[in-house]
């Protein structure tokens, strides 16, 4: 069975950086063809897809949020870490990491399942 | 690439037959997928590759389209498929992975 569940800080200062942890449990991120996915929500709000890293490293990013994002791995802890920059109230969101895959000729499989989602605000 | 879903909400009763559009800007082959999210609640993975029902999911659930337009039909709508449903495309990166503006799905 496949977990996953996010943790950091549920308040965060206009302009500090955000680092949230993703723990997962049911797969490794050195298998291949493995990935995980940071997708976020501000409140009544639609998703956004953030970033996402598969299993040899290679990294994705939204080309919006990309300047801000940076997400890296670390397989023996089975973690993945996404940090942003330079927050801003906007970024007011409920944060969620997903499981993913890259299936044969680059298919890009849809996140399932998803963790239960973290609530970060940005204020002063 | 932007998704545009349609309507943004929509009222329905229990045995209802529902319909959600979602349109894409350019042709995103079949790398459609589509998501349930109740309140308070991450979203659940319902079809993917545009009509590819996933594991566990009733199969009153079903999807269609390729190019731009999709579907999700909801063919007899029970208690608990009241919730916000978002599409997803998958085609490329990138640009990226882009949700639709979600469809709210509420009781009349």
């Known amino acids: 069975q496949i977990t996953l569940k996010e943790s950091g800080p549920t308040l965060v200062k206009p302009t500090q950086t955000l680092t949230l942890t993703c723990t997962f449990s049911?797969?490794?991120?050195?298998?291949?063809?493995?990935?995980v996915g940071w997708i976020r929500q501000p409140p009544g709000k639609a998703l956004e897809w953030l970033a996402l890293i598969y299993w040899d490293d290679d990294k994705r990013y939204s080309p919006s949020l990309k300047s801000r994002l940076t997400i890296t791995k670390d397989t023996s802890k089975n973690q993945v870490v996404l940090t942003m920059t330079n927050m801003d109230p906007v970024d007011t969101a409920t944060y969620y990491c997903a499981h993913t895959l890259l299936g044969a000729g680059n298919y890009y499989v849809p996140f399932d399942p998803w963790g239960q989602g973290t609530l970060v605000t940005v204020s002063s | 690439i932007q998704l545009t879903q349609s309507p943004s909400s929509l009222s329905a009763s229990v045995g209802d037959r529902v319909t959600i559009t979602c349109r894409a800007s350019q042709g995103i082959s079949s790398y459609l997928a589509w998501y349930q999210q109740k309140p308070g609640k991450a979203p659940k993975l319902l079809i993917y590759?545009?009509?590819t029902l996933q594991s566990g999911v009733p199969s009153r659930f079903s999807g269609s389209g390729s190019g731009t337009d999709f579907t999700l039909t909801i063919s007899s709508l029970q208690p608990e498929d009241f919730a916000t449903y978002y599409c997803?495309?998958?085609?490329?990166?990138?640009?990226?992975?882009?949700f639709g503006g979600g469809t709210k799905v509420e009781i009349k």
């Open positions: 997803q495309q998958l085609n490329s990166y990138p640009p990226g992975f882009t």
């Open positions: 049911g797969f490794s991120l050195s298998t291949s063809g493995v990935g």
């Open positions: 590759a545009a009509s």
